[in-house]
C-alpha cells in the first residue's frame, strides 16, 4: 500500500472547495484525516468561548461528513509540530497537506513546520483554501502593501476574479485510523454555566448549513443586499461569517454561487468579501495589526481606563438602546450585525474613550465568527487608527443611528425586552419620554433600564479634545 498522506485541517472544515483535501485524492494515497488543537501557538489570540463552543460543532459535523467517505477524523491536542511528529510516526506518511491561515503566529509556526518537515524528505504542500486572492501578490503601484480599499478591491477585480472552487471528492482511500481524542474531552462546550443555548437556537455549524445558508441568500436575498444590509432587526445579511471563518464553506464557492445566482447585481456583496481579504492583506502587512494601531501617532492617544464603564458596555447597560442590543446580541447569539458592530465599537471608542483593543478582546470572546483579521481590522477602522479608517472625529450618535437603521425600534425590542412595550418614538431615547409614556411601557429608567452612563453631546466633545490632545503630541 502507498504510504498515506496527512491533510491537516485547520480554518477549513470541509470538503468541498478544499484544496489540501483535492490534492490527496487526485493523488490516490492513502488519507489520514487530522485537526489538532493547538492551544500554544496563538499566544494571546488562543481561540475565544463562543469559537470554541463552534468548533466542537464544526468537527462533529466534519467528522460526520469524512466519515461518510470512509475516513475517521483523528483528534489530538498539544503544539502543531509534536502532534505532526507523532502522527508521522505512527502512520509512516509521506507527507503532509494543508491551507494556509494568514495569522501571524500561524504563519511563522507553519513555515517552520514546512521547512523541517521538508528537510527531513517529506512531501509539504500548501494552497490557498480560505482567500479570494493571495493577499502577499497584491500590490500597488509602487510595489507596497495596499493602504486604502478602493484600489486594492479594483487591483483584485484586475485579476480576472477568482479561480473556481473543486469539487468535494467523491471517494477517498483512508489510511489505518490512528488513536485519537474524544472530541468530548476537549470540553469546548460550555457547562457551568451553559450560557450556549442563544447560540444553539441562532446557528447549526458545519458545512451543510454553510452551504444551505449560501445557497438560500444567494437565490432570494443577494439582490436587495446593498439597501438591506444596513438593517440590523432585518434579513439583509448573509451571516455567513463564522462559516467563512470556521472554512465551511470557501470564499470561492460563495463567489461562485452568487456570480451565478445574481451576476452583476451579486456585486455589492461580493465587495463586502473584498473588505475580508483587505482585511487579510493589511494582517499579513502588519503583523501588529491586533495589538498596535496602523496610525501610529495613536501611541499618544490619551485612552482612560473605566472599569465601571467597560462592564456596562459588556453587560449592555450603557442606557443607549442600539449600544445595548448590539452588545446583548452578542451575548446571547454570539453574532452581531455590522452596523450595531460600529455604533457599539465606537460607543467604547469615543463616547467612554477606552481603549479599542480592549473592545477587540471582549469580541473575540464573544463572536462565533471572532476572526484576527476582521476584528483589528474593524475595530482600527471604527477608532479611526487603521487604513482607510473611518476619520476619528466622525463620531456615531447612538440615537440618530438607532432611528435611521432601526426606525421601529424591533432589534432593540427583540434584544432589550424591558424596553418592548416603549413606543418606537421614545425607544432610542427613552430618558426623553414622557413620564407617563414610560409608565405604560413599564420602563422605570435607572430601575429597569439604566440611564445614559454618558451625556452624547459631552462625550463627543471629550472625544474631540482626546483627538486634539494626541495631535498635538510629537510625532512617534
Ligand atoms: P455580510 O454583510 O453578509 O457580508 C458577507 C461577508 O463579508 C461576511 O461574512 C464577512 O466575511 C465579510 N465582511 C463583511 N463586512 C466586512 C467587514 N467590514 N470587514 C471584513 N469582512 C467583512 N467580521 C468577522 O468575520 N469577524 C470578526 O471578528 C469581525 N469583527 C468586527 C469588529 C468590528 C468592530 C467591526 C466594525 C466589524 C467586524 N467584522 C468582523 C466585520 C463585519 O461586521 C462582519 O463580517 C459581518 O457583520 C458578518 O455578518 P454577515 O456574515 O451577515 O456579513
Known sequence: MARPVIVWFRNDLRLDDNPAVVAVARSGAPLVALYALDDDSPGPWRMGAASRWWLHHSLTALGADLARLGVPLTLRRGRAEFV??????????????????????????????????????????????????????????????FKVFSPFWRACLATGGPAAPLPAPKAMTAAPAPGGDALADWRLLPTKPDWAQGLRESWR????????????????????YKVARDFPAGEGVSRLSPHLHFGEVSPRRVWAEVMAAAGEAGLPYLRELGWREFCHHLLVANPDMPERALDKRFGAFPWRDDPAALAAWQR???????????????????????????????????????????????????????????????????AGCGADAAPYFRVFNPVLQGEKFDPEGDYVRRNVPELAK???????????????????AGVRLGETYPGPIVDHARARARALAAFEEMRAAPPP
Do not use: C
Open 84 to 145: 505532526l511528529e507523532g502522527l508521522i510516526e505512527e502512520t509512516g506518511a509521506a507527507g503532509v497537506y494543508w491551507n494556509r491561515l494568514y495569522e501571524p503566529w500561524a504563519m511563522r509556526r507553519d513555515s517552520e513546520i514546512k521547512a523541517n518537515l521538508r528537510a527531513r524528505g517529506l512531501t509539504v504542500e500548501s494552497d490557498n483554501g480560505a482567500l479570494l486572492f493571495e493577499p502577499s501578490r497584491l500590490r500597488n503601484g509602487q510595489g507596497n502593501a
Open 422 to 440: 416603549l413606543e418606537a418614538r421614545w425607544i432610542h431615547r427613552p430618558w426623553e419620554a414622557p413620564a407617563d409614556v414610560l409608565r405604560r
Open 316 to 382: 449592555g447597560q450603557t442606557g443607549y438602546p442600539l449600544v445595548d442590543a448590539a452588545m446583548r446580541e452578542v451575548w446571547r447569539t454570539g453574532y452581531m450585525h455590522n452596523r450595531a458592530r460600529m455604533v457599539a465599537a465606537s460607543f467604547l471608542v469615543k463616547h467612554l474613550l477606552l481603549p479599542w483593543q480592549v473592545g477587540e478582546r471582549w469580541f473575540w470572546d464573544t463572536l462565533v465568527d471572532a476572526d484576527l483579521a476582521n476584528n483589528s481590522g474593524g475595530w482600527q477602522w471604527v
Open 205 to 224: 455549524p458545519g458545512e451543510a448549513d454553510a452551504r444551505r445558508r449560501l445557497v438560500e441568500f444567494a437565490a432570494t436575498r443577494v439582490g436587495a
